[in-house]
């Protein structure tokens, strides 16, 4: 093997799925709200959430899933 193939293969794209759960804190970065408001919106049951273990997590859908019904909310308005 070449020192061209090993730099080839060190510097090669890693295929990372995207994540399935979000910390309080990725999903707060996603809605670009606080984290204290984002605890509120779990707390209110607006996000939906779940424990793993001793962790609150965020199912990846669930931000856009909250922005759809507040979106369908305005415009029933």
Do not use: H, K, N, W
């Not at 707060?28 to 707390?43: E, P, Q, V």
């Amino acid at each position: 093997m070449s020192v061209a193939t090993v730099d080839t293969v060190r510097s090669a794209p890693r295929s990372v799925p995207a994540p399935v759960l979000l910390t309080v804190e990725e999903a707060a970065a996603c809605l670009r709200i606080g984290r204290t408001t984002c605890f509120s919106l779990i707390r209110t049951g607006e996000l939906e959430s779940l424990m793993v273990g001793g962790l609150r997590r965020i199912p990846a859908d669930a931000p856009a899933a909250y922005l759809a019904r507040r979106r369908a909310e305005q415009q029933a308005a």
